[in-house]
Every structure is written in C-alpha cells, then in structure tokens.
C-alpha cells in the first residue's frame, strides 16, 4: 500500500509540475491576446461615444466643442480619429463665422505623414470637409462638383459602414443645400430623402442630423408655397427638440424657419415672437452664422409693424454682424485658395517622391514626365494660338462697330471706346462667368446691403475688381453706383406696385429699407430712373389703386 502510495504522489508531482510549466509558457501569450481583444474592444466603441459627444456639443455650445475636441485630439494619434475631430472643430468654427480658423483647422489634416496609405474614410471624410468649407464661403459650385464627384462613386453608397453612412448621409444634406441655394427645391428634398436613407445607426448625431434634414426640407417646402405642411413639420420638430433641451442650435434654427410662414401669412407679430425665441436660445452663444439671419429677420418684420426703436437696433446688430462676417468669409476664401493651390503642389511632390521609391520604374516615370511636359507646351502652343484667332476676331469686330457708329454723339462715344476695349481685357468666357454671377447676386437681392460696395462684390465672386467693374461697364451700359442704385430704385419700385404695404411707410424707411445712405440721395436717384420724385410715384400708383 505504501509503495501504491507512494507511485501515486510522484504521478501527481509530475502532473502538477507539467502543468505548472505549460502555464508559465503560455501565460505571456494569453496575456497579450487577452489586452489585443480588450483594446480592440474598446477602442472603437469608446471613440464612437467621444466623437458622438463632440458632435453633441456642436449644438450646445461651440466653444466648448472646440476646447473638448481639441484635448481629445492631444491624445489620439489615430489617423481616422484626428479627421473626425478635425472636421467636427472645423464646423464649429464655422457655426462662429470664423471661416479663416475654420479653413486653418481644414489644412491641418494635410500635415499627416500617413497620406501613402490614405484609407478610404479618411479621403472620403476630407474631401467633405472642403466641399463644407466651400458652401461656408458662399462658393456653392465649387462644393457642389466635390460632392458630386462623390456621389457618383458606388463604393461610397454601398451603405454596409456606419461611419461611410454618416458621411454620406452629410454629403447628401450638403448637396441638398447647394441645390436650394439654386432654387433647385425638388432635387433638394430628393437629396435630403437620400440623407435620411443613410441615419438608421441609433446615436445622437444621427438624431440630430436627421432633425436638420427635417428643418432644411420645411424650408425648401415653403419655398414651394408648401407652406402649411412646412408648418406642420418645424413645430413638430420644435416638439421634439426641445424635449432636449440643450440642443440650442436646433431649436433657433426651427424657429428661424417657422417665423417665414408668419411673415409669409403676414403676421409680423407673430413671426417676430417666433424669432425672439430662437434668438433667446443662442443670444449667449457665439452662434453668429445664424444670428445674422435671425437679426435681418427681425429688423424687416419690426420694420412692417412699424416698431422703430427695435427695427434700428437688430438692423445695427445686423449690419454690424454682416461686415464682420464678410470680412472674415473674403479671408476666407482668400485663405482656402492659396491652400488648394499649396496642396496641388505638394500632392505633386508627394507622386515624384513616391514614383522615386519605386526603382523599376524610374526610366518610364522620367519618359512619363517628359511626354507630360511636351503636351503641356502643345497644349499652350494651340492655346496661344487660339487666343490670337480670339483677338483678330475681336479686332474685326471693333473695325466694324467703328465703322458703323461714325455718326454717334460725342457723349456717346466714350462708351463706344469702352466696349471696344473690351475683347482685349478679358475673355468672353470669363465675361460670361461674371455676368452670370452677377444674374445670381441680383436674385438673391444682395444690392440690398448698405455696405455694398464694388470690391466687396468683386471680393464676394472671388473675381477681380478690375474686370468687374469693365463687364458692369458694358453690359449694363452705367458704372457700378449707376447700376446698384437702378437696382435698388427698382426692387423698390416693384415692392410698391405690388404690394400695397409699402405704400403706407414713410420715404425715409423706403429709402433705408432700399439700401440708400439718406432721404435725399434716394430721391435724387428715384427720380432720374422713373422720371418722378418717390411721393409723386406712390400718389400715382395709389391713385390707380383706387380707379
């Protein structure tokens, strides 16, 4: 029994020490694949949680989205992580109407050394970051061909990623807006069903931005004169935004957009309630974006209802606002080009060094290069050549205008010179591209603004204030004073015909209403376009009013 025993105990030792060896050698590798599956656990959720509050504070507060985002990214290196962050500054920036650190927050991400493996979401994510900063800048065809270019790409709408969807989603409601800003309301709302396509993902920026969908859709309906079923959806938005209540951005931005069916309905007392609400809900919150818009409604409905006291002070608040923004939106725009330009050059740079590394194919890459450069030099060559066809062309034409206006005035004929000159100045391609953006500033009533003058314009067109001014010159045969100032005398002009309202204000807020700096240069103006001082004009239109 004893000897049994005994032979049992060394079995037992020898059982235990092998496994006490095979668990020292195989601890250290359960240990690392048990951290791989924790860290792989946790990364991602507990980032999508982060990012989702950041995204969150963009509607409460701005600056503290800025100040949460930026310490996350202090500790993040995750190249996909950084873009997410970055964009999500990048729009609070915007939300400010600080377009230059919006833009400035833009180009960081290019200073990542990790752009030869580039992943799709992170391409994709950039590339909507700069059709934002685009639509931020008022350059809405530009944003428009990106997103597009998008858009076309099957790879993006597979809809099988969560955070492709998200971008997507943004894509869509992005292009709605450039499409609304074109009166294209019917693709806008088909874009803004595509949006919400994409945000069945259950977090707090999908809510919200399937909330924005719904504000921006009303708007487009009312544009339609859809306006009560436009009505119906922003106050049930309004309903269920502020059910949570430190959505602020949501809820003015509702309210904004319900006020226009009161001003359309016009009850400008109502619509001016509407508006105070949603100033109250970000009056403390640098919120300036929407704030211009909030204070040019409310100084046009306390201007119908006749309220002077709060008309001049939200048009003060408005105007000051409106030259402060457009200050920061020309720096801006003068900030993103000179950023393109830099980064074209450096995505140059970055292919030479790339088709360096590649050592078998340095020979065809150089023969790539020079063949590059001689259709560059052939294009130039055909190009150089057209443009002299261009101005032999134009010369022809000038010998015939000056043949056939041999019996004009002497006070006609500067104007003649000035037309003639003009084929040699600039292109008519370049003339077109003005004239027509000329056509969209005047729809969108801009000659409205007091401060307007020609290099704000030029600056706002991203177009050079020289050839502005020559295309005003001799297509809409005055200069630019000559030709704002017709403009205004005739919005007004049409406002009084057609709306019997303004036939009861004053000429003094007709003439501040219309953009004009005083009583008398309006009138001085008024008269030369119509041929009768503004009183005359209404006694007139009153007059057959009552026939």
Not at 93 to 113: F, I
Not at 114 to 123: C, P, V
Not at 328 to 351: A, C, D
């Amino acid at each position: 029994m004893r000897t049994d025993d005994q032979e049992t105990v060394r079995k037992t030792e020898k059982k235990l020490f092998f496994c006490q060896d095979t668990l020292v050698r195989t601890l250290p590798f359960l240990c690392i694949l048990l951290c791989s599956v924790l860290i792989k656990g946790q990364s991602g959720p507990d980032f999508s949680i982060l990012a989702d509050k950041a995204f969150q504070k963009l509607y409460q507060n701005p600056d503290e989205c800025i100040s949460y985002s930026q310490s996350l990214l202090i500790s993040d290196l995750n190249p996909e992580h950084r873009i997410v962050l970055q964009n999500i500054i990048s729009q609070a920036y915007a939300m400010k109407g600080d377009y230059v650190q919006s833009v400035n927050t833009y180009s960081q991400k290019e200073e990542s050394k990790e752009k030869e493996n580039l992943s799709y979401f992170l391409q994709a994510a950039g590339d909507y970051n700069l059709a934002d900063q685009y639509q931020n800048l008022d350059l809405y065809s530009q944003s428009q061909r990106i997103i597009s270019d998008l858009l076309a790409d099957n790879k993006l709408l597979k809809g099988n990623n969560p955070r492709m969807n998200v971008i997507t989603a943004k894509l869509y409601q992005l292009q709605a807006l450039n499409l609304g800003i074109n009166r294209n309301y019917s693709d806008a709302l088909n874009n803004l069903s595509k949006s919400d396509e994409y945000l069945g993902f259950n977090n707090q920026e999908n809510l919200i931005l399937e909330t924005e969908n719904s504000i921006f859709r009303a708007s487009f309906l009312m544009r339609q004169n859809k306006v009560e079923q436009a009505k119906y959806i922003l106050e049930n938005t309004l309903i269920l935004s502020e059910k949570t209540t430190d959505y602020y951005f949501l809820q003015a931005l509702a309210y904004e957009n319900l006020s226009r069916y009161y001003f359309f309905k016009e009850e400008y007392s109502v619509a001016a309630e509407m508006l105070e609400k949603g100033l109250s809900r970000i009056e403390n919150l640098p919120y300036n974006s929407l704030k211009i818009k909030i204070y040019e409604s409310l100084s046009k409905n306390y201007f119908a209802l006749h309220h002077d006291e709060k008309y001049h002070q939200y048009n003060k608040l408005y105007t000051d606002l409106r030259i402060k923004m457009d200050s920061s939106t020309k720096e801006g725009i003068r900030y993103i080009v000179k950023l393109v330009e830099t980064n074209q050059n450096n995505n140059l740079e970055f292919q030479n060094q790339k088709q360096l590394k590649r050592t078998g194919f340095i020979v065809a890459a150089f023969l790539i290069v020079i063949i590059a450069l001689l259709i560059c030099f052939l294009i130039l060559k055909t190009s150089n050549k057209d443009l002299k066809k261009q101005s032999e062309f134009f010369e022809k034409l000038k010998k015939q205008e000056l043949t056939n206006r041999e019996n004009i005035t002497k006070e006609e004929a500067p104007i003649s010179k000035t037309v003639e000159k003009d084929p040699n100045k600039i292109s008519k391609e370049k003339e077109d591209e003005i004239l027509q953006k000329l056509e969209e500033w005047e729809k969108q009533q801009r000659y409205l603004d007091k401060s307007m003058t020609l290099s704000m314009l030029s600056s706002q067109m991203g177009v050079n204030t020289k050839y502005l001014s020559e295309v005003i010159n001799s297509n809409k045969g005055k200069n630019f004073n000559g030709y704002i100032n017709e403009l205004r005398i005739n919005h007004i002009a049409r406002l009084l015909r057609t709306d019997p309202v303004y036939l009861t204000y004053k000429v003094s807020y007709l003439a501040e209403y219309s953009g004009f700096s005083s009583h008398s240069a309006f009138t001085t103006v008024f008269k030369s376009v119509t041929g009768m001082s503004p009183n005359t004009y209404i006694q007139e239109i009153s007059k057959s009013r009552t026939l």
